[in-house]
């Protein structure tokens, strides 16, 4: 009988969970706002709370599921359970796989959300049959991970598949770290919606012009692209162009099969696929250049459910 | 009884040959030139001869050893044991391998030069006891190679571990491929010559204005920077620099436990340390780049005949 396995999905302002089972099909669903800076506790009675709407939908306790999967954004420590630091939740190490697992009675386990949607894409989505892949997630931030002969890499200190902190332009912008001309400084949807605010000054025909730049988001950037904005789409083409200078990189390093683009800002399809796959072949080695596809998340906002819930199967079974 | 391996290293002009015990001890040597764009098979008779010269040296015959493993310049793959292209001997689609393996009468192995330096130091040299790691070596390219949880990693095409091959400034020059700004085209020797060339040209009470143009090596340019010319040890510092923005890239992707600096290039020793390793503390995730250590190859010129034996030793075996 296919085991069940119960996923949260923390985010900034809400957490959803889903139940799955062995196929990762998601059975049930439950979501609610976490708050503003709540207390660890008050968040794990939350998500208890959340767990028990959605396997009440479907007829089960908690006692009846095999583990509990937590995608988190971190930076966290996926073998220890502890979040180190959230900006947004303002947590400070927080051992939020063992309150939650104590809280549910189960076993529990805690994964960066970048890295949880990568096991989601590989095991349900754009990367299945797929042994060595990665992820981009453009957000906030560019989350990453990175798959590698079937396994998650972490290296030594759990931190290996920050692929939105290598660096492809060292004279460029810096976002949150001393770490100019990072993926995250030029590829994330913070990124674009300041290359919008600029744009909107220096082209006030353009759409991005005709909102207040306080208001511009990285949908609405891909709107006016929509629409033919020139220095809309000029923005995307950046993004992808800066992207595919990181895969390269990635392609020359690595050799890997895939990467996968999602998170917010992959909306913009091939807007960013075009210009990023352009760079990537002409600076990859060939074999390296001509094996790693590109393509767009599957799974799209589940992603990060469906790898978190397939992580802790792995992790309860000591396969990773 | 410890087994014995007969390693060689091709290189552009000549072939140099190592009898290996499996504690690596190099028991005895010999070399020869290869000659200008030598038939394979012509050069597979060199081959043979020295390793029949240093048998003859401690009293061996090809009979007793194990296997032969051969370090070469690529691309090849490692697995059929085919050299692709050697720009330098000028050979195609050449099954070196099978070729070595039948003169000599043993199992031969093929692998990329930088991937087998990298091995050595890792069972020889500043890597022991390191399960992931990787290698640059400085020379007329750079080469790389990629050690993770004690394995080479080599990705599907056997082409992964190509580090000089990622982008570090995409605006930057062009060496072979149309690869702008890699580390190849910023951080070999070549590199180095024709910004010494150029240095010469824009200054020219610098030292490296005191010889032709055409005359300046790698070794001329850190002669010039050991006696305080400052546009050579300028030279060292941009060096450096873009090593250091390539070791942050790898940090935060892979969290690996040593990054290694080898090659002709490598003997500026500190004036290229110095500054990398500043680069890649201040760009690195804190537990990333406080766990990579940057050291000098220790092997030096011998890293490849090490690993060469070593990576033939762990196939034998099927460990690899």
Redo the contacts between chains.
């Keep these: 009988m296919s085991r069940l396995v119960l996923a949260f999905d923390l985010g900034g302002t809400n957490v959803r969970c889903g139940i799955l089972n062995e196929q990762f099909e998601i059975l049930a669903r439950a979501k609610c706002a976490v708050g503003t800076r709540p207390a660890p506790s008050e968040a794990v009675k939350k998500m208890k709370q959340i767990a028990e709407e959605a396997l009440g939908n479907i007829g089960k306790k908690s006692g009846e599921i095999a583990c509990v999967g937590i995608g988190s954004p971190g930076?966290l420590n996926s073998q220890t359970g502890i979040i180190f630091e959230t900006p947004n939740l303002g947590w400070k190490d927080v051992p939020l796989a063992k309150l939650v697992g104590d809280a549910l009675g189960r076993p529990a386990f805690l994964e960066n959300d970048a890295v949880s949607a990568c096991w989601g894409e590989h095991v349900k989505g754009v990367g299945v049959d797929i042994?060595?892949m990665f992820i981009f997630t453009l957000g906030t931030g560019v989350g990453?991970g990175?798959i590698?002969g079937g396994k998650v890499?972490?290296?030594?200190?759990?931190?290996?598949?920050?692929?939105g902190?290598?660096?492809?332009?060292?004279n460029g912008p810096t976002q949150v770290?001393?770490?100019p001309g990072?993926v995250e400084a030029l590829c994330s949807a913070t990124a674009c919606i300041a290359a919008a605010q600029n744009a909107a000054y220096t082209y006030p025909e353009s759409l991005l012009a005709k909102i207040p730049p306080g208001e511009i988001t990285g949908a609405y950037v891909n709107a006016c692209a929509e629409k033919g904005d020139e220095p809309a789409c000029e923005i995307f083409r950046r993004i992808g162009y800066h992207l595919g200078?990181a895969c390269?990189?990635?392609a020359?390093?690595?050799?890997?099969?895939l990467g996968v683009i999602g998170g917010g800002l992959s909306a913009a399809g091939d807007k960013i696929l075009v210009p990023l796959r352009k760079e990537l072949r002409?600076?990859?080695?060939p074999?390296?250049g001509k094996?790693m596809r590109i393509e767009l998340s599957k799974l799209g906002d589940d992603a990060g459910l469906v790898g978190a819930a397939g992580l802790a199967l792995e992790r309860l079974d000591g396969k990773q």
Tied chains: 1, 2.
Aim: aromatic letters at 4%.
């Design positions: 930076p042994q060595s990453g990175l590698l890499w972490k290296g030594p200190d759990d931190i290996a598949g920050h692929l902190h290598m660096i492809v332009q060292p770290y001393d770490n990072s200078i390269a990189s990635i020359n390093a690595l050799n890997l099969e002409r600076r990859a080695l074999p390296a094996r």
